[in-house]
Structure formats: structure tokens, C-alpha cells
């Protein structure tokens, strides 16, 4: 089976007034697809990052008035979630489809991460491509592109990281939803693996 990419349709989900009517739109037309997505990359992430890596679909369970303003799919290493660790997703608000790795504020890893970045922050300017961006709230759709980060951006990153208990930290490739790429599924599924290998030092010195 191919996998068939994303549509308007995806993205409108995600504008349907109503909690419970966003919730059904969601689940008819973009879950299938996030799932597909996880058990398709799970086994290239396994071998990229060399440690079995689990897919978990955002179930929102916690919302009983305000409807998700975007949803996603997440891999870790942990079977039995990913919150509390470095880890891949792919998701979508209604403007656009982002491929990040990110680090969120419930993780123990934030201050390992730090340190890399703040010891590291030249090497980081010229590992990630220009073209990705940075954003410090993954409920935010806004981000900063890399082009756009200099290496003391870089440090205050790192330093609110590892010294603010509601930090977080997210990089990677943002596709907006006209994007011509996101209607190839076999295209889509290879962007998704070079983002991923391109962001696996930044999940490596997580840890």
C-alpha cells in the first residue's frame, strides 16, 4: 500500500468548530494516515538511531473543552510513551506539516541537551540546514527559521532549557499545506527519513 500524502481536506480537519466535531474530523481523516506514517518509519528509525523506536498518534484525551489546534505522530524509544524523552514527530496544524525532533518540557533529558547546545552551538549553525527553524513551544504553529539563529541565539536556547521548568526545545522542517510535496506520498515518506538522518546528532546528544 502507498502511502497517499496529505490534503486540504487533512488541513480543514483541524479548523472544524467543536471539540467533538474537530475530534471526528480528525480521527476519519488524518489518524489513519499519522498510523500509517508510524508503523512505516518506525523500523528506519530503529535502524537509524540503532534502538527500537515506537510510534504513538496524539489521542487528546485530556481536551474536554478546547479543540487541538494541530495533531501528530510521535517515536521513542519507550513503548510506553514519549513525552518524557527526545524524540521524532510529524504533524500538522491547519497552515502547515512539520518533521521536528524535539525535547519537551516533561523530559529529564532537557539539561543534557543544553549543555550540548551550549558547548556546541557553532558546530549545531552548520549542521542544520538553513531552511529548518527552531521554536521553544510545541503549541505554537510560529518558529525561527535556522537561517535566521545565530549562535547566541543558540546559548539562550540552551540556557532557558536547562534553567526553566516549562522549557522545551524543537527543530526541523516545516512544509506549508500548499506545498506540492505534501500530495506525494512516496516524496513526503523520503523527506521524512533525510529530516529525521539529518536531525539524528541533535537526538543523539540528548542523552
Known sequence: MTFAGFTDQ?????????????????IANIRPKLEELGSTIAPY?????????????????????????DTWIAWSSSKRGYKALPHFQVGMFSTHLFIIFAIIYESPNK???????????????????????????????????????GKDDLHQ?????????KSELLCGLRLEREDPALRDGT????????????????YKNAF
Open 10 to 26: 487533512d488541513f480543514d480537519s483541524l479548523t472544524v468548530p467543536g471539540l467533538d466535531s474537530r475530534m471526528e474530523a480528525i
Open 157 to 165: 536556547m540552551a540556557v532557558k532549557l536547562r534553567t526553566l521548568k
Open 111 to 149: 539539561e543534557a541537551f543544553a549543555n550540548y547546545l551550549d558547548k556546541h552551538a557553532a558546530k549545531v549553525r552548520k549542521l542544520v540546514p538553513a531552511h529548518y527553524y527552531w521554536s521553544t513551544d510545541h503549541m505554537k504553529p510560529e518558529g525561527t527559521l535556522h537561517r535566521d539563529t
Open 45 to 69: 528509525l530503529s535502524t537509524l538511531c540503532g534502538d527500537e523506536m515506537f510510534p504513538h498518534v496524539a489521542k487528546h484525551a485530556r481536551r474536554t473543552v478546547n479543540p487541538p489546534e
Open 187 to 202: 516524496g513526503l515518506i523520503q523527506t521524512i527519513g533525510q529530516t529525521f538522518e539529518t536531525l539524528l546528532p541533535l
